[in-house]
């Protein structure tokens, strides 16, 4: 008896409607994009947009498979974003730990407060349970790193991702990024209380987190920078065909620490990040090896980047990421009177829940630029009496040939010793003032930027009602908090940044 072999999947052409839809998708997320650049300086609002109308729940145009699909495309964009980020990372500002410090003070006050005011308000307010509080609350405590990203290269006249700012900000989301899928390993397991190991199912992804980002740094600050210089300054091979050896190399790392992130269930954002960052170090390595040799306009993994990767990244992979968070959104559910007015309140809320994290940056400034003042004005008392002692040994009768330094001491000379030093050299110089509120600006910029929410709050509270831990009530609430911050938060940031201009370019948190 004959027997029917299927060797391979059977190739059919594919439908015009196939072809259609297909093209039709992957050029109206970049239109899009482009008039919601436009209308209003974020343009990934066009694609999560045109997500939701291709999506099953409103027009129903695509297929589950092709949605799946755009959803794993779209989850490599987010990986090569976050990379994009760590690649882009300013390691001097990085390693700064006044920076670290103040990165983590954003971050946990990005968690903390919107649990917080989410268990008061739906509690007390919204009259529901605890637990559903608190699982909406750490749905609403994730920001999105993708979006964080997105946000800060889109303005690039600015080029934010590179700045101080940026890069503590960068710091903050990466935080509640953990964070977040610490949550989300704690709600899976809430129906399952009783496990013993669940301190540990709650710990392990905070570890091998925290582990990566620590082995890493130090790998490629003692490992991996040496080895490589090493090899590339002895090896013609590499030297006559960088751009295909390296091009390799950050797919390869790319792959390596996304795979081990996944495999050590820390998250493979920070996976991407930590190759992103390495990848950087090894390039100024490189820069600082190669500066008196002559192959010292060697190919770098940031011009190999923006060479073959960043078009398709911004035309294709990251519209599917955008995209896909379109697709989470249960746009007919959203619609019912009690549910729309609570996710209304509830999304004002949180945004002010993540808002407030910019006001660290104030309070930062204002605290360094005292503890620089008292430093001055502490200056021991017998300093000024003695230059002026020194100043008045000129002779009077000699011509008028001294220099408007010693004429301004003559002068001081007159007056008192115990004159105080602020009177002398002044209290509120006008570049101070300038400074300080200039210092407002950033604060804006880092709280308005960490508003948006995005993929690991769909995460948060698609599990939650999964592990019937949150009603159909509550989850409603929670898409549309998490729907309007992501909406609103690029879109106040672009406005932002159109509106200040030029006073964003100055200032010691934007250089």
């Known amino acids: 008896m004959g027997t029917t072999t299927t060797y391979s999947y059977s190739y059919v052409e594919p439908t015009i409607v196939s072809l259609l839809i297909l093209s039709s998708f992957i050029y109206l997320l970049n239109a899009a994009r482009y008039i919601a650049q436009q209308l209003f300086y974020a343009g990934l609002i066009g694609e999560i947009l045109v997500g939701i109308i291709y999506a099953a729940p409103l027009a129903n145009i695509l297929k589950t498979e092709w949605e799946q699909t755009v959803l794993d495309f779209g989850y490599l964009g987010l990986l090569i974003l976050v990379f994009e980020g760590g690649l882009e990372t300013r ?39 605890l637990l559903e509080s608190f699982t909406m609350g750490a749905s609403l405590s994730a920001t999105s790193l993708g979006t964080t990203f997105a946000i800060l290269s889109s303005q690039g006249t600015y080029q934010l991702n590179k700045s101080r700012m940026g890069t503590i900000l960068v710091g903050a989301a990466l935080l509640d990024d953990i964070s977040g899928l610490v949550m989300a390993s704690v709600i899976e397991k809430l129906g399952h209380i009783g496990e013993q190991n669940l301190p540990w199912l709650i710990s392990k992804p905070i570890v091998s987190s925290v582990a990566m980002i620590v082995i890493s740094t ?90 073959y990767i960043r078009t398709i990244k911004e035309y294709l992979f990251a519209p599917f990421f955008f995209a896909s968070i379109g697709f989470a959104v249960p746009f007919l559910q959203l619609w019912h009177g009690k549910e729309l007015w609570q996710g209304i309140v509830y999304a004002l809320l949180m945004i002010l829940g993540k808002f407030i994290t910019g006001v660290w940056i104030i309070i930062w400034t204002f605290a360094s630029t005292r503890f620089k003042k008292s430093k001055v004005t502490n200056v021991s008392p017998t300093t000024v009496p003695v230059e002026i002692a020194m100043v008045e040994q000129v002779p009077m009768s000699q011509p008028s040939t001294t220099s408007p330094v010693l004429i301004s001491h003559r002068s001081l000379s007159s007056r008192s010793v115990d004159t105080p030093h602020d009177e002398i050299i002044g209290t509120n110089p006008p570049e101070v003032s300038a400074k300080k509120s200039r210092s407002i600006y950033p604060a804006l910029i880092v709280g308005l930027s960490m508003v948006s929410r995005g993929e690991i709050g769909f995460l948060i509270a698609n599990i939650g009602v999964s592990a019937n831990v949150l009603s159909a009530e509550a989850f409603i609430v929670t898409i549309w908090a998490i729907l309007l911050n992501t909406i609103m938060g690029p879109i106040a940031v672009g406005i932002m940044i159109k509106v200040l201009g030029s006073k964003l370019s100055d200032g010691v948190w934007i250089d």
Request: contains cysteine.
């Open 91 to 129: 390691l001097d500002f990085l390693a700064v730990k006044s920076n670290l410090f103040l990165s983590s003070i954003i971050g946990l006050t990005g968690i903390l407060t919107p649990i917080g005011l989410s268990i008061f308000l739906c509690t007390v307010g919204f009259k529901f349970s």
């Open 218 to 307: 130090l790998l490629a600050r003692f490992l991996f920078g040496r080895i490589w210089v090493k090899i590339e300054c002895e090896n013609r091979i590499i030297k006559c065909y960088s751009d295909q050896i390296l091009l390799f190399c950050l797919i390869a790392g790319l792959s390596a620490f996304v795979t081990i992130a996944s495999y050590t269930s820390a998250s493979t954002l920070v996976g991407a990040y930590c190759c992103g960052a390495t990848l950087r170090h090894l390039d100024e390595c490189r820069k600082k090896a190669s500066a008196d040799v002559e192959h010292s306009n060697t190919t770098s993994f940031q011009h190999l980047f923006e060479k």
